[in-house]
C-alpha cells in the first residue's frame, strides 16, 4: 500500500523506537548540534606583542578569542537585550508570521491562476510536440529523452517536493563553506537572542547542518509527498509548507522566550510535522508501519497522538535534542488548517483571484474569456 510506503520514514527520522522515529523533520537545538560537530574552534598560538605603552599585562577572555575563519561554526550564546523574556522582541516576528503565510497563499492562488490558463492555452501546442515526436526517428542514448522519462514516472508530488530537496541541498553545501559559516549562523538559524529575526524563520527552514539531519528529514518529505500534494494540490501544498516552517519557528520562538532557554535551532522539522499532521488528521484510519518493523501496523491517528505526546513530554520536561516547541506548532498548524484552515483560506481566496484577473487583463484583448482561470 501506499501508506506503508509513506510511513517508512516515521523509522528513519529518529533514533531508537517509533516515539522518536516520528522526529523525521526534527529542529535541531544547540545542545544537539554541538554532538554533531558544533565545536568551537581553539585558536592558534600567536607570537606575543610587545606593548609600547606601560602598565599592566592586559588579558582577554577565553570567550572572546575565536579566530575569524573556522571549519566548524562558532555558536553564540546571546541573550535579548534588556529583559531575558522580552516578549516585545516578538512583535516583528509575529508580523512577519502573518504577511508571510498571507503572501504565501496569496500568491499560491496567483500561481494556480496562471498554471490553468497556461494548461488551457497550450493544449494545442502540446498535440503537435507528439505529433512531430512521432515523425522524428527515435533517438539512442539521449540522455535527455531518459531524464524526461524519469521526470514523468514521479508523482506529482513527488516533482513538487524535487525543488525543496534541491533548496536544502544547496544550503547544507553552503554550510560547508567556511567562509561563509558566519552568515549561515546569523541567517540559516533560528534564535530569538539573534540580531536577526524575520528572515531566519524561513531560511532555516531549509537548513541542515547533518548529512543524516536532511537525509532523513528529506526522505520523509518524500515519502509523504504524494498524498499531501493529492489531498491538497501542488500551489495548496506549496503555499502550506511554507507557511508552517514560519508558523513553527514563530511558536519555537515563543516558547524560548517564556523559559529562558535560548540557542538556535535549524531544519525543516515544523514544516514536515505539519505535513505529517495534515495527512493523518485526514486520513485518520491510514495504516503506518516502521520500516524495519512491518508487521506491527498502527493507524495514522495513533501515530499523530503519539507524536503530540512525545513532542508534549519534551516540551514540558525541558529535553534539548529535538526543538519540541517547533515540532508542536507544526503540527497543531497542520490539525488545524485541515480542519479549519482550508475553509477560511483557501475556499475564500475567489476575491482575491477575480482581482488578480482583472489587474491582469484590464486593457487586454479578450479579457472576457479567461474567466475560468479562477476556479
Given at each position: 500500500m501506499?501508506?506503508?510506503?509513506?510511513?517508512?520514514?516515521?523509522?528513519?527520522?529518529?533514533?531508537g523506537g517509533f516515539p522518536s522515529s516520528v522526529k523525521g523533520g526534527s529542529r535541531w537545538p544547540h545542545s544537539f548540534q554541538q554532538r554533531c560537530g558544533f565545536r568551537k574552534a581553539t585558536r592558534k598560538p600567536e607570537p606575543r606583542k610587545v606593548e609600547e605603552e606601560a602598565g599592566p599585562p592586559h588579558t582577554e577572555s577565553s570567550e572572546a578569542v575565536v579566530p575569524r575563519r573556522t571549519s566548524t561554526p562558532h555558536w553564540d550564546q546571546q541573550t535579548p537585550s534588556g529583559s531575558p523574556r522580552a516578549f516585545s522582541r516578538l512583535?516583528?516576528?509575529?508580523?512577519?508570521?502573518?504577511?508571510?503565510?498571507?503572501?504565501s497563499f496569496g500568491s499560491a492562488a496567483i500561481w494556480q491562476y496562471e498554471s490553468l490558463k497556461s494548461r488551457v492555452q497550450s493544449y494545442f501546442d502540446d498535440i503537435r510536440a507528439d505529433w512531430l515526436e512521432?515523425?522524428?526517428?527515435?533517438?539512442?542514448?539521449?540522455?535527455?529523452?531518459?531524464?524526461?522519462?524519469?521526470?514523468?514516472?514521479?508523482?506529482?508530488g513527488q516533482r513538487t517536493v524535487t525543488g525543496i530537496i534541491a533548496a536544502n541541498a544547496i544550503v547544507f553545501c553552503c554550510w560547508r563553506v567556511p567562509s561563509l559559516q558566519r552568515s549561515m549562523i546569523k541567517y540559516?538559524?533560528?534564535?530569538?537572542?539573534?540580531?536577526?529575526?524575520?528572515?531566519?524563520?524561513?531560511?532555516?527552514?531549509?537548513?541542515?547542518?547533518?548529512?543524516?539531519?536532511?537525509?532523513?528529514?528529506m526522505y520523509v518529505l518524500w515519502s509523504f509527498s504524494t498524498s499531501a500534494v493529492s489531498m491538497l494540490g501542488r500551489e495548496q501544498f506549496v503555499a502550506v509548507y511554507l507557511s508552517a516552517g514560519v508558523v513553527s519557528t514563530f511558536?519555537?520562538?515563543?516558547?524560548?522566550?517564556?523559559?529562558?532557554?535560548?540557542?538556535?535551532s535549524l531544519g525543516a522539522s515544523g514544516a514536515i510535522m505539519t505535513v505529517l499532521a495534515a495527512?493523518?488528521?485526514?486520513?485518520?484510519?491510514?495504516?503506518?508501519?516502521?520500516?524495519?518493523?512491518?508487521?506491527?501496523?498502527?493507524?495514522?491517528?495513533?501515530a499523530l497522538k503519539a507524536i503530540v505526546a512525545l513532542d508534549t513530554a519534551g516540551l514540558?520536561?525541558?529535553?534539548?535534542?529535538?526543538?519540541?516547541?517547533?515540532?508542536?506548532?507544526?503540527?497543531?498548524?497542520?490539525?488545524?488548517?485541515?480542519l479549519f484552515g482550508h475553509e477560511l483560506i483557501w475556499k475564500n481566496r475567489e476575491p482575491f483571484v477575480k482581482l488578480w484577473h482583472n489587474m491582469r487583463t484590464r486593457g487586454g484583448p479578450g479579457s472576457g474569456g479567461d474567466q475560468g482561470g479562477s476556479a
Open positions: 501506499a501508506w506503508r510506503n509513506c510511513s517508512v520514514l516515521l523509522r528513519l527520522s529518529g533514533e512583535l516583528r516576528p509575529f508580523v512577519f508570521t502573518v504577511g508571510f503565510t498571507g503572501c512521432r515523425m522524428r526517428p527515435p533517438k539512442r542514448g539521449d540522455v535527455r529523452k531518459e531524464m524526461n522519462q524519469w521526470w514523468n514516472s514521479l508523482s506529482e540559516f538559524t533560528s534564535n530569538p537572542a539573534s540580531k536577526a529575526l524575520c528572515s531566519p524563520m524561513i531560511l532555516s527552514t531549509f537548513s541542515h547542518f547533518s548529512f543524516f539531519h536532511m537525509a532523513a528529514n511558536v519555537s520562538y515563543v516558547t524560548k522566550m517564556a523559559t529562558g532557554r535560548f540557542g538556535p495527512v493523518c488528521t485526514k486520513m485518520p484510519e491510514a495504516k503506518l508501519a516502521i520500516i524495519f518493523l512491518p508487521m506491527f501496523t498502527f493507524t495514522a491517528a495513533n514540558v520536561l525541558g529535553w534539548r535534542f529535538f526543538d519540541h516547541a517547533a515540532h508542536l506548532g507544526g503540527a497543531m498548524f497542520g490539525i488545524w488548517y485541515v
